[in-house]
């Protein structure tokens, strides 16, 4: 047993295992160990003490991920590269991407970018992620929009990154933001957008009163 196995079989919860599986739906295992422990595990490993393969588990592909965040931006953008086909979730989704935090240059920005293009759920969202992360406040803002505009992939996980990348970009500027949501392509993406963005102490409550006015234009 390798010091990774060990940590992990030291660490697993099975009660936590069960409730984190109703919340997550992957096709890799989970083992139930919280995240603050992964965090902290990974400072002590890097990635290519991880195989990844049809058998590796949920805590493996975010220590895989965590574990990179040390790294400078091309082996960052590779490992990223390497794991996209095993980002199969949400969760996985949002806690990798964020830490990747080198991914702010323009290597990073075209990396996201082309996902946006591409068919995948998820390779979509870890793009809407990491430009949500990392570009959010930048001048190429008119550019991502339209990428965003562009996208082909109507599945439930993309559409909700949509609606959270037009509630954050609220926060940044507002008057863009409620163009885009009052353009959004589906009722979905407008409603989850303005219930988000309601939900932010960084929007005024006349901001707030402006969104929830769209509401009824659906």
Not at 28 to 56: N, Q, W, Y
Not at 67 to 86: G, I, M, N, R, V
Not at 174 to 189: G, Y
């Amino acid at each position: 047993m390798n010091k990774i196995e060990q940590f992990l079989e030291e660490n697993s919860e099975k009660e936590f295992a069960k409730f984190q599986s109703k919340l997550i739906f992957s096709t890799h295992k989970i083992l139930g160990v919280r995240t603050p422990l992964l965090r902290k595990f990974a400072k002590k490993i890097s990635p290519d003490e991880i195989a990844l393969s049809k058998s590796v588990t949920h805590e493996e592909i975010l220590l895989y991920g965590f574990s990179a965040s040390k790294l400078d931006e091309e082996k960052q953008l590779l490992c990223l590269k390497t794991l996209l086909p095993y980002i199969d979730n949400w969760a996985t989704c949002d806690q990798i991407v964020p830490s990747l935090k080198k991914l702010n240059s323009q290597k990073g920005y075209q990396f996201f970018m082309q996902l946006l293009l591409t068919n995948k759920e998820f390779y979509v969202r870890v793009g809407l992620i990491g430009l949500m992360r990392n570009f959010l406040k930048s001048d190429k803002m008119e550019e991502i929009l339209e990428q965003i505009s562009k996208i082909n992939c109507d599945k439930y996980y993309v559409n909700m990154a949509i609606a959270w990348f037009y509630a954050e970009l609220c926060a940044s500027n507002f008057a863009l933001a409620k163009k885009q949501i009052e353009n959004a392509k589906t009722p979905f993406i407008k409603r989850k957008a303005i219930s988000k963005a309601c939900e932010s102490f960084r929007l005024s409550a006349s901001e707030k009163e402006e969104l929830k006015l769209l509401l009824k234009k659906i």
